[in-house]
């Protein structure tokens, strides 16, 4: 992983925090100074933070674990897609069900999607059957144009909500939020859930209620988007590491089972060979027999 200096992370604007009357006391820590009436956040623990939560994802991502984006202020949005399709593009994963592991919530933040996943994923199964129908020309050609321009509409809807975590079946292993008292009802629900988390926390949030929390401006554009592509970058590393041990796996498997295959074929050719042994022993000592009397 490379390492961020403190310059790229002033160009940014990652210092620059929230007015003082709107603080919360328990950011005090991370807090380098108040300068204008706005809090001024210790870039050295920006630093901090941000490689320990690098680390943090890298790790999970060798191990195959999967992690869930939620990015839903406006100024996250695009940018949080574009990492997205960076990594779908890097595991030729467009178009498909996604799996490189990476999931995300980037329009509302929908609750029960961790806490009453069962209830939730009914929506999910909407949502495929729509895709399908739409898809289906049989299918088309036996409803109106009017059902069909609303299941269009629904789909969309659907999509808008839960397409970056349709395909999640489980509990993810940890959550990236950006602006985490903004996400204040994902931070709970992972809580209760026992997901890890990484956020931007902002001088106006809690950090002890996130795992691994990173200081910093998570307004700014600039900062979110430094941010966000160091996480993915630490993402991507883990996630190509898993992959190729992954494949060596696979291809141990494959040579030890064509091992076992040609070690099998040896032995029922021994035990062809058997039964002649057999015979010519038994020959021998009828002939050593005849030769005596």
């Keep these: 992983m490379r390492e961020i200096t403190l310059e790229e992370l002033l160009e940014a604007g990652c210092h620059f925090g929230h007015q003082v009357t709107r603080s919360n006391p328990k950011a005090r820590d991370f807090v380098f100074e108040a300068r204008d009436n706005i809090h001024i956040i210790d870039l050295a623990k920006t630093k901090e ?19 869930l984006i939620v990015a839903t202020k406006r100024q996250a949005q695009g940018i949080i897609q574009d990492q997205i399709k ?14 490189d592991g990476l999931f995300y919530v980037t329009n509302r933040w929908i609750g029960g999607v961790l806490t009453n996943l069962s209830e939730v994923s009914k929506n999910y199964q909407k949502l495929s059957d729509l895709k399908e129908k739409l898809v289906s ?11 069909i321009g609303l299941w269009e509409k629904e789909k969309q809807r659907l999509e808008a909500l839960y397409g970056g975590v349709a395909e999640l079946k489980e509990k993810p292993d940890a959550m990236f939020i950006i602006d985490s008292h903004l996400e204040d009802p994902a931070v709970k629900e992972a809580r209760n859930m026992g997901v890890t988390t990484v956020a931007i926390v902002d001088t106006n949030a809690d950090p002890h209620i996130i795992d691994y929390p990173i200081p910093a401006n998570d307004d700014a554009v600039g900062s979110i988007e430094l941010i966000s592509a160091y996480i993915i970058d630490a993402w991507i590393e883990g996630r190509k590491v898993f992959e190729a041990n992954t494949r060596k796996q696979a291809e141990k498997e494959t040579k030890l089972s064509e091992a076992k295959s040609a070690s099998g074929g040896k032995d029922k050719k021994t035990e062809a060979k058997a039964p002649e042994k057999t015979k010519n022993k038994s020959k021998l000592k009828k002939e050593t027999k005849a030769k005596k009397k």
């Design 49 to 67: 933070g941000l490689e320990e939560a690098g680390v943090f994802i890298k790790e999970l991502a060798q191990k195959g674990g999967n992690l």
């Design 137 to 147: 020309p049989e299918e088309k050609a036996k409803y109106t144009k009017r059902e």
């Design 86 to 99: 960076r990594v779908k593009d890097m595991f030729n994963t467009v178009g498909k069900a996604p799996n």
